[in-house]
């Protein structure tokens, strides 16, 4: 083979993995915020639940809050698609928990509860899953509060709200400056 013929067969391997690359692009990876708002593993009820336990846990300050990310939406997909049964059930068995656990304590539901009830509930929650955890054996399963927070963080810090506005955020960022300067309070980096 010549030089002439590797090059010319080079470059359309190369443009017909572009062209592939770029068809894939542009079907695959558009957004379809339908499909967010459909349930499939989760209730209504529940991916409700699961909005206002994500602004409990990440509320509107000067960015928005976990809620305006549709975090339960978010988590009702995760869990059905990454979680195992065992995992599926705890979390299912833990929000019937933390409505009732609050119905039982403040008389009214979790949805018509004011944000400091929830906030306290909440935290009294997390204290029990922290004195639980303290004494967890290696084999025991992970905590449902434990997996409502992770979820509700991963959810909202890769949302687009959460990335370009609770984040400090550049589309195309520059070089790497591994001494690039920060105050104090200064919001993290979403693209590093």
Not at 65 to 80: E, M, N, P, R, W
Not at 127 to 145: E, S
Not at 151 to 177: C, R
Request: with cysteine.
């Amino acid at each position: 083979m010549d030089r002439r013929t590797i090059i010319k067969q080079i470059s359309i391997m190369t443009g017909a993995a572009f062209i592939g690359g770029e068809i894939f692009i542009q079907s695959g990876c558009k957004s379809d915020t339908s499909k967010l708002q459909s349930v499939s593993f989760f209730s209504k009820e529940q991916v409700s639940l699961l909005d206002e336990i994500g602004e409990t846990i990440l509320p509107q300050t000067d960015t928005p809050g976990a809620k305006s990310t549709q975090i339960g939406s978010f988590i009702d997909k995760i869990v059905k698609d990454c979680y195992s049964s065992e995992q599926q059930n705890i979390l299912l068995s833990g929000i019937e928990e933390i409505k009732s656990g609050f119905e039982n304590k403040y008389s009214i539901s979790f949805f018509k509860g004011e944000a400091s009830q929830r906030e306290e509930f909440l935290n009294e929650v997390n204290t029990n899953m922290i004195q639980k955890n303290k004494n967890k054996k290696k084999d025991d399963p992970v905590h449902y509060f434990l997996m409502l927070k992770q979820l509700t963080i991963l959810g909202y810090f890769t949302s687009e709200t959460g990335a370009s506005q609770a984040l400090n955020y550049i589309a195309v960022p520059g070089k790497y400056d591994g001494s690039y300067p920060y105050k104090k309070g200064d919001k993290a980096w979403a693209t590093q």
